[in-house]
């Protein structure tokens, strides 16, 4: 790899020269897996081509928003379009006022959202807003979910469920994380003790409902149902982070994935981001009028942004809506997805390699590991060498998944079944050498 007509690695020597690791986001430096992370130079349909003109099927789909593969004529037109109305206002549009509707169609545990640019600021205007909405100053978290990195949210368990959580990032002083009590995933007799010593304080119990950010952890639909009478029980707000989620598992996210199970289920708030972007810096959050009053410029919560609503965004979103709320659409996208989770058991089953998976509409996760985690600590016992292996493996035979064992993985409409059974049979092939080690 260091080979001076490796292309990847010149642009990463000249990258860490002028940013920091090289990267602008730190997963996608390989430091989990090693070697030279892939400097991509242009993507199309299910495929991204890096600095060697070498394709690679794409399932990290930019972490998410790439539902409909890269390049959708219909997106692109759209995208197109917008660039020459202009870049920017600073000034109310239509097309905000569009998306808006269009999300709130199809959420309807919501009647208004405000647009951000990020999940991060969604994240963490959403807890500003739950904390002014209910004058109270904590929040619950969970152990393994990622919400951005807003202070509050950069935090692991502290000692005990009384105590305060501790910073997971240099930067953030202890006094910044007191209000964040940290919870175990799916752990329902540790959630009810923590409300019973201060439910009266909690402003909102802020989750993933599916946990991306531990690869793909379900919350147990008994979890989600008591995290849901708690917060109602001491009148905390009921966060649901689909960031990754939203109209991913499902056009209605994960919240209408558990209203089948849990009847007339609804989040308090919820955050979105990645997909209603599809690939541009866009993201939102929502919940009822009550609580979305006390937002500025209606309210006293604070809360802005220049970019916020951008137009060529807002038409990027749009066109991505517009395309996966047609009929069928998640029917398709999640049988692909879970060929792809049973092709790879099989293939794995027949090479004698521990192997499990799961998936929800687009979104999928594996370990090597016998069977499905639940919590964090549980996610943390794969082997991270074995997976380094499958990794490597993996992208020599141009299959490109995301650099580090606890991340979700993703499937476009534009993946074909060819491209699935191709993965299935490198994957076969590098499962072979795992097991003859
Ligand atoms: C990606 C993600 C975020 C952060 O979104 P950014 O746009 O990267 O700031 C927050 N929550 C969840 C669940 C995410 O997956």
Known sequence: MTHPTDLNQVL???????????????????????????????????????????????????????????????VVEAVQKAVLEGFSYGAPTEREVELAEAILKIMPSMDMVRLVSSGTEAAMSTIRL??????????????????????????????????????????????????????????????????AIQGHEIACLMMEPICGNMNFVRASVPFVKRCRELCTQYGALLVFDEVMTGFRVALGGAQSVYAKDIPGFEPDMTVMGKVIGGGMPLAAFGAKRAVMQHLAPLGTVYQAGTLSGNPVATACGLAT????????????????????????????????VAFCGDSEGGMMGFYLLPELPQTYSQ???????????????????????????????????????????????????????????
């Not at 009384?162 to 006094?175: I, L, R, Y």
């Not at 809506?321 to 027949?350: C, N």
Request: with cysteine.
């Open 12 to 74: 990463f020597d000249r990258a860490s020269k002028v940013i920091p690791g090289g990267v602008n986001s730190p997963v996608r430096a390989f430091r989990a897996v090693g070697g030279t992370p892939r400097f991509i130079s242009r993507a199309q349909g299910a495929y991204i081509w890096d600095a060697n003109g070498q394709r690679y099927t794409d399932y990290i789909g930019s972490w998410g928003p790439m539902i409909l593969g890269h390049g959708h004529p219909a």
């Open 130 to 195: 739950a904390r002014g909405a209910t004058g109270r100053s904590k929040l619950i978290k969970f152990e393994g979910c990622y919400h951005g990195h807003a202070d509050a949210l950069l935090v692991k368990a502290g000692s005990g469920l009384a105590t305060f959580g501790n910073p997971t990032s240099s930067g953030v002083p202890p006094e910044v994380v007191q209000h964040t009590v940290v919870l175990e995933y799916n752990n329902i007799e540790q959630l009810e003790e923590a409300f």
């Open 321 to 352: 809506l517009a395309e996966i709320s047609k009929p069928g659409f998640y029917d398709e996208l999640g049988r692909k997805t879970r060929a792809l989770i049973s092709g790879l058991s099989q293939a794995a089953a027949a090479e004698g």
């Open 379 to 437: 996610v943390m016992k794969t082997e991270g060498a074995k997976f380094n292996q499958l990794f490597h493996g993996l992208l020599d035979r141009g299959v490109y998944i995301a650099p580090a064992l606890y991340e979700a993985g993703f499937v476009s409409n534009a993946h074909t079944d060819a491209d699935i059974a191709a993965t299935v049979a490198a994957a076969q092939d590098v499962f072979k050498s795992l097991s003859t080690q």
